[in-house]
């Protein structure tokens, strides 16, 4: 009897895609699962999801704790150091103190909120960023990734070298602004990603 020989496949299965888990401070994201954005097209997919580093808002967080001790520690240090002797009725204490907590509070919802939603987004067609502004303003810009001509990022500082974060800046072409993620996570990976996409993408007319 004929023997018959079976040969094996040599066809190498791909690495399946590796997807980050999202949480509710997540500055660094690739490939997201659940992450829609306005204007996004239905076959578009999300690359890459960015904030500025977290560790950014370690000085705004440092200056809430002083407001937030100011009233009770500071304000009254203050005042035997000057040695001033002012009789100041309770209600108007009470008063003072209210308004400078909620303005406290106020603060901090105007600076979380600002990072929270200051975004850079990767799409498999183009780069996007969202800023928001004061509460009741909001900016959206972006860049068909056909239309990038140069990538390129900045870090310095200590902290910057220690938890690895900078700016990235996007050259476009014609018209269109040029864009800048500021103080994102891992900017020369944010840079490798956007020339792989770049040289993936097909050119414009």
């Known amino acids: 009897m004929p023997t018959v020989y ?77 040695g001033v002797v002012t009789a100041v009725p309770a209600g108007y204490v009470v008063i003072g103190t209210l308004f400078w907590y909620l303005g406290t509070l106020g603060f901090i919802i105007a600076k979380f909120l600002g990072w929270y939603f200051n975004i850079y987004i990767v799409t498999n067609e183009r780069v996007v960023d969202i800023d928001f502004h004061y509460l009741l303003y909001k900016q959206f810009s972006q860049a068909e990734l056909n239309r990038i001509q140069d990538i390129s990022y900045s870090s310095g500082g200590i902290f910057a070298t220690f938890f690895n974060y900078g700016n990235v800046q996007i050259q476009t072409a014609g018209e269109m602004p040029n864009l800048e ?15 792989n996409l770049t040289s993936e993408s097909p050119s414009s007319p």
């Open 6 to 82: 079976q040969k094996k496949s040599s066809v190498t299965v791909a690495p399946p895609i590796k997807h980050s888990t999202m949480g509710p401070l997540t500055s660094f994201a690739v490939n997201p699962q659940g992450i829609r954005f306005e204007t996004q097209e239905r076959e578009e997919a999300v690359i890459l999801f960015l904030r500025q580093h977290i560790i950014v808002n370690l000085g705004w967080v440092f200056l809430t704790i002083v407001m937030f001790i100011t009233p009770s520690v500071l304000f009254p240090l203050l005042v035997a150091a000057l």
């Open 181 to 195: 993620f500021d103080k994102v996570p891992y900017p020369e990976r944010v840079v490798e990603s956007i020339r």
